[in-house]
């Protein structure tokens, strides 16, 4: 059984811009049946039915929205604890807060299971079982990471190469970076790769020793966290964390994601094979491929294959594979398959001055 989750949902989904942005990143983002991705992961979240609780760690700016989402489930807001980050410092400190506050409360020993508010991820069962397997792992003291099937050479995905099989997963041989074309198609015809899901599984005990080890100067920022003043527990909604001292311990901090932080250091991690269908949805070529409901305000002459999202009517006359996005102010036109340079297209917005829109 997991005891806690811990939720990341601080990122800004630059690749979904403009319809995610600063205000509205992609995890706030309607998906599925009026539902976001970030309300999604939740209702699998309290799926799992974890004995402890449920941590959402974001941006500071970011908590009154992440409320709204929390409001909007029929049950389970009890379990919520949210953990509102003063400033971004990427995955590895956001980590080691949530981790440190459980082990200074005495429950280092508890699993915890980390996954992004952005993923889409079905069915439920399956990811419970998946869960399950990494918990035993976990107890064994392996930082666990969960594998996803290659379905194509993608080089948009960092790889993790198996190894030798540890219970009901197999040892990390070691994690690749986002390969080139020819590099991931020679990874899948060699077997044994998979993407790397972003989730991970393990005790704080377990995280802090490799952390300590690995990023000593992370592990040295947030060491005693749970025993400060500024992370008292303030008001129930779910249940909010006040931080306002944490400003200064976050500056300090590096900058640093899980991966390079811990992971790729470590000669104690895991992977699980996914038995699960996932989903980053990272660009809006994956958004186009989700089965979504039709805009009546979209009007389409000799033209097809087009996927739209505009607040306004849009008409589409002799074109095909196009991606159409007009949200917050801005306008994306993009041919299918080249969604990766939107990112680009981001840098460019941001060179010439024009942060206001993204």
């Not at 009154?64 to 919520?80: N, Q």
């Not at 931080?243 to 895991?270: C, F």
Request: hydrophobic fraction near 40%.
């Amino acid at each position: 059984m997991v005891d806690n989750i811990f939720i990341l949902a601080g990122g800004a989904g630059t690749r979904l811009w403009p319809a995610s942005n600063r205000n509205t990143p992609k995890q706030f983002l309607k998906i599925k049946d009026g539902k976001s991705l970030l309300q999604l992961t939740l209702e699998r979240a309290l799926f799992l039915k974890p004995s402890g609780e449920v941590y959402i760690i974001t941006l500071k700016e970011q908590m009154d929205a992440v409320i709204d989402e929390c409001l909007k489930l029929e049950k389970g807001k009890e379990k919520i604890i949210i953990l509102p980050e003063p400033q971004p410092r990427n995955t590895a400190p956001a980590i080691a807060a949530a981790a440190g506050y459980l082990r200074d409360k005495g429950r280092g020993g508890e699993r915890v299971l980390v996954m992004p508010a952005d993923h889409l991820i079905t069915p439920v069962n399956t990811f419970k079982a998946d869960a399950e397997k990494g918990t035993e792992l976990a107890q064994k003291g392996f930082l666990v990471t969960f594998g996803i099937t290659p379905l194509y050479p993608a080089t948009g995905y960092g790889y993790i190469e198996a190894g030798e099989a540890a219970g009901d997963g197999f040892r990390v041989k070691r994690f690749r970076e986002k390969p080139d074309a020819a590099t991931a198609a020679d990874f899948i015809k060699q077997g044994g790769f998979y993407w790397n899901s972003g989730m991970f599984l393990f005790t704080p005990d377990t995280f802090w020793k490799e952390l300590e080890k690995s990023s000593p100067a992370i592990a040295e920022v947030f060491n005693g966290v749970g025993k400060r003043d500024s992370f008292r527990i303030e008001r129930e909604i779910g249940t909010i964390l006040n931080t306002p001292g944490v400003a200064g311990i976050y500056a300090s901090s590096p900058k640093d994601s899980i991966d390079y932080a811990v992971m790729e250091k470590s000669s104690n991690a895991a992977v699980v094979a996914a038995s699960f269908t996932w989903n980053d949805i990272g660009s809006w070529d994956e958004m186009a491929e989700l089965d979504t409901e039709p805009v009546d305000t979209v009007f389409s002459v000799a033209s097809g294959d087009n996927f739209v999202l505009s607040d306004i009517p849009v008409a589409l006359c002799g074109v095909e594979d196009l991606v159409v996005v007009q949200k917050n102010g801005a306008l994306l036109i993009c041919k299918k398959g080249s969604g990766q340079l939107v990112k680009d297209a981001v840098a460019a917005v941001k060179k010439r001055g024009l942060e206001e829109i993204l």
